[in-house]
């Protein structure tokens, strides 16, 4: 898949709220009730990134969960990455 243009990341990116472009990643942090809440929706995502053979870096602080989405392997961001940001705020 290719990689995204500066203009086209930031098109993409006004259509994923709470999203921002950090270091070339994809991020956002969520918070939780508490820390098996967080679980849960890590497991829920981690659904949603098995399905999509594509998965984020995931850092869980008790009631925040950190995602961080980039296409290792293009070397930045592509569809892919904003694909899994719009299904995961689905989750909500």
Same mark, same amino acid.
């Given at each position: 898949?290719p990689?995204?243009s !500066?203009?086209? /990341? /930031? =098109?993409? %990116?006004?259509?994923v709220p709470?999203w921002?472009i950090? /270091? $070339?990643?994809l991020?956002r @942090?969520?918070?939780?009730?508490?820390f098996?809440?967080?679980?849960?929706?890590?497991?829920? !995502?981690?659904e *949603?990134?098995e399905? /999509?053979?594509h998965?984020?870096? =995931?850092? =869980?602080r008790?009631n925040?969960?950190? %995602?961080? %989405?980039?296409?290792?392997?293009e070397g $930045?961001? @592509?569809?892919?990455?904003f694909?899994?940001?719009?299904? @995961?705020?689905k %989750? *909500?």
């Amino acid at each position: 898949m290719p990689l995204l243009s !500066v203009a086209d /990341a /930031a =098109i993409h %990116l006004s259509r994923v709220p709470g999203w921002q472009i950090e /270091a $070339g990643a994809l991020v956002r @942090t969520f918070q939780f009730a508490d820390f098996r809440a967080s679980l849960r929706f890590v497991n829920q !995502v981690g659904e *949603l990134a098995e399905a /999509a053979g594509h998965h984020p870096d =995931i850092d =869980i602080r008790y009631n925040r969960v950190h %995602l961080s %989405l980039v296409s290792h392997d293009e070397g $930045g961001l @592509t569809e892919k990455d904003f694909s899994l940001a719009v299904q @995961t705020g689905k %989750l *909500l």
